[in-house]
């Protein structure tokens, strides 16, 4: 009997479970892009219009230049968290699908992996929705320099992605994703400087904050957006893998071990 403690064998044999999510959401794309891409639409263009128009530069640049980077890390996590939160799970414990694949020779891990650059893969287009809007309303500094966020936005999805399998693994049922959204998403939201600079915060959020992925996201985007090479790239790439990858090795080691139960 297989460990569940036991480290992730990655193979190449993950693609199949990719390609079978994408030729699903394929037939319903344009639904699932609109709903993506509502809510932090209407954000940055509510906020960064309305509420930009009554306050000076923020952080050295128009508010809804400000706003418009923190966005695109927003919107890159919530495509991640909501397709491995109720996609995965509905194909895991609804549907029942990760059962026929596995009667495939597939393993668990190869599932997995495969949900997880399926969730990077789909939030990718949320944040390159926001991206091309940004590059519409000319709110970059350099448009060479935006496209460094392409490869941002691609490991921050895989960083939420990751983190949100470990909520899909121990959920027994859909309410209980709300937890996960309420005492984690919402607080990285107000924490990590999507709407606000983070020096604005007391100085124990500030410390708090240093430690959120969201922040290492925004703080990579945010740069790249004005035009400037973000500080301390490296320590925030880590940041970021680290969350996915830990993610991703716990999330297995759990469903593992609720499958053998």
């Given at each position: 009997?297989?460990s569940p403690l036991r480290?992730?064998?990655?193979?190449?044999?993950?693609?199949?479970?990719?390609?079978?999510?994408?030729?699903?959401?394929?037939?319903?794309?344009?639904?699932?892009?609109?709903?993506?891409?509502?809510?932090?639409?209407?954000?940055?263009?509510?906020?960064?219009?309305?509420?930009?128009?009554?306050?000076?530069?923020?952080?050295?640049?128009?508010?809804?230049?400000?706003?418009?980077?923190?966005?695109?890390?927003?919107?890159?996590?919530?495509?991640?968290?909501?397709?491995?939160?109720?996609?995965?799970?509905?194909?895991?414990?609804?549907?029942?699908?990760?059962?026929?694949?596995?009667?495939?020779?597939?393993?668990?891990?190869?599932?997995?992996?495969?949900?997880?650059?399926?969730?990077?893969?789909?939030?990718?287009?949320?944040?390159?929705?926001?991206?091309?809007?940004?590059?519409?309303?000319?709110?970059?500094?350099?448009?060479?320099?935006?496209?460094?966020?392409?490869?941002?936005?691609?490991?921050?999805?895989?960083?939420?992605?990751?983190?949100?399998?470990?909520?899909?693994?121990?959920?027994?049922?859909?309410?209980?994703?709300?937890?996960?959204f309420t005492l984690v998403?919402?607080?990285?939201?107000?924490?990590?400087?999507?709407?606000?600079?983070?020096?604005?915060?007391?100085?124990?959020?500030?410390?708090?904050?240093?430690?959120?992925?969201?922040?290492?996201?925004?703080?990579?985007?945010?740069?790249?957006?004005?035009?400037?090479?973000?500080?301390?790239?490296?320590?925030?790439?880590?940041?970021?893998?680290?969350?996915?990858?830990?993610?991703?090795?716990?999330?297995?080691?759990?469903?593992?071990?609720?499958?053998?139960?």
């Amino acid at each position: 009997m297989t460990s569940p403690l036991r480290m992730p064998r990655l193979s190449w044999r993950f693609i199949p479970v990719w390609q079978r999510n994408y030729l699903v959401w394929r037939k319903l794309a344009i639904p699932s892009i609109l709903g993506n891409l509502a809510d932090p639409m209407l954000y940055m263009l509510g906020l960064g219009f309305g509420l930009g128009s009554l306050l000076p530069d923020v952080a050295g640049m128009p508010y809804l230049t400000f706003l418009a980077a923190g966005t695109v890390a927003y919107s890159t996590m919530n495509a991640a968290t909501f397709e491995v939160l109720y996609s995965s799970f509905s194909r895991m414990h609804v549907q029942r699908t990760w059962d026929a694949i596995l009667n495939a020779p597939l393993t668990l891990d190869d599932v997995m992996l495969g949900e997880l650059t399926w969730a990077a893969s789909k939030s990718l287009l949320s944040g390159l929705a926001i991206l091309a809007v940004i590059w519409g309303l000319g709110l970059y500094g350099n448009f060479w320099m935006t496209l460094w966020i392409i490869p941002v936005v691609a490991l921050v999805g895989f960083c939420f992605g990751g983190m949100g399998l470990v909520m899909n693994a121990v959920s027994p049922s859909y309410d209980f994703f709300l937890y996960y959204f309420t005492l984690v998403i919402t607080p990285m939201v107000l924490l990590c400087g999507v709407f606000f600079p983070v020096a604005q915060l007391p100085g124990p959020m500030q410390a708090i904050s240093a430690w959120l992925p969201l922040t290492h996201a925004i703080d990579l985007a945010r740069p790249l957006v004005v035009g400037r090479v973000p500080d301390d790239i490296a320590l925030h790439v880590f940041g970021l893998a680290a969350y996915g990858s830990v993610g991703y090795v716990i999330a297995l080691a759990l469903t593992r071990r609720r499958l053998l139960r």
